[in-house]
Structure formats: C-alpha cells, structure tokens
C-alpha cells in the first residue's frame, strides 16, 4: 500500500512540473502581420512564438523553440533603429569575441538586398556572445557557441528598423531559412488586407 502511495505522489508531481514548464512557454501563435517602419509590413513565422518584450524600446520579440541539442531556445526581437548601418552592424559584431582570438568582422557575412524597393543589410555572426539580459548597463554573460542573424531595413521613408535573431548555433541554423523567409516577404502596408498589430 504504502509504494503505490509513493508512486501516486511521484506521477502527481511529475505531472505538476510538467504543467509549470509548459506554462513558463509561451503559446504558438498563427501567423501575424506586423509593422516593420513607417509603411511595411511582414509576417510573423508560425514556428516562432511572440511574447511581451523584455525591453520598453523593443516593439516585437518572439521566443524561438530550441532544436535537439540545444538547452535553451533563441530570441527574436524588432525595433526602430538609429545610426547608420554600418555603425549598427559593427555594434553587433562586437557584441562577439571569437574562441581563437580571432576578428568577429573578419568572421561575419555582410550582404544587401533590395526587398519592397527598400534596402535590406543583412549580418551573420557567430562566437560567444556577450549577452546583456537586464539590459545595456547590466552586467555581461557569455554565451558560447551562439550565432546571430539579424537585418537593418532602410525604408525609402528614411527610417531604419532592426531585425534580430540570436540563439545557440543549432537553434539559429534550424531558423536561418525562416527568418531570411520572413524578411523576403517584406511588403509595403497599402496592400488590401494588410491589418498589421501594434
């Protein structure tokens, strides 16, 4: 009697941690169209799940489920930019120290496209990141093995918005098709149907 007691309590709290851990996750959402600057739109991918941002100046972040292999999951967050784009682009490679020593800019991939009729500069990256979870004063914590993509459109409006994706390696290669994806299906907003979120 008393060892099916003990294993009732053991499925009881098996079944409670699961439950916390599912809640901690946010839900898959449809697809969204979202505001991307002044007159832009683009869809978010149903794979990834939008969440509050973490940050006040963020205006879209999405939690990006991690792969096998992986303990933790990638990050996707969106905002309007200020800089030039090479000052941002730089920025971001050092945010990046390479395990040998190495230049993170002799490392990176610089492209640029035209999506929409704006232009789109593109970044991957990858090293061990310096990661700022409570933001830009708070401390740094390293992240190995931990790559990012991320996208600065130049609308012809002259704003700028940020497009990021960053998470370990696996995570963020098993994305690399959905995000340059959800960029190529940059559109302006004037299209019929087009309701984008705030």
């Not at 799940?49 to 963020?58: A, F």
């Not at 040998?100 to 991939?109: I, L, M, T």
Request: with cysteine; charged share 25%; hydrophobic share 35%.
């Amino acid at each position: 009697m008393r060892t099916l007691y003990v294993g009732l309590v053991f499925v009881l709290a098996t079944i409670t941690l699961a439950t916390a851990q599912e809640e901690s996750v946010p839900a898959a959402t449809s697809v969204e169209t979202i505001r991307v600057g002044e007159g832009l739109v683009m869809e978010l991918p149903r794979q990834w799940m939008k969440k509050e941002p973490r940050s006040r100046i963020v205006e879209h972040e999405c939690f990006v489920p991690a792969v096998e292999g992986d303990d933790t999951g990638g990050r996707v967050i969106m905002m309007h930019a200020g800089g030039s784009v090479t000052a941002n682009l730089d920025r971001w490679i050092g945010q990046f120290a390479q395990p040998d020593g190495g230049d993170s800019k002799e490392q990176a991939r610089l492209a640029q496209q035209e999506v929409a009729g704006q232009q789109v500069h593109t970044i991957d990256v990858r090293g061990t990141y310096k990661d700022r979870p409570r933001g830009p004063s708070g401390p740094s914590v390293d992240r190995p093995n931990y790559r990012m993509l991320g996208a600065v459109i130049v609308s012809t409006e002259g704003d700028s918005y940020f497009v990021k994706l960053y998470g370990p390696e696996k995570t963020v290669a098993a994305n690399e098709d959905i995000f340059h994806a959800m960029l190529d299906g940059l559109r302006k907003s004037d299209v019929e149907g087009d309701q984008p979120a705030e």
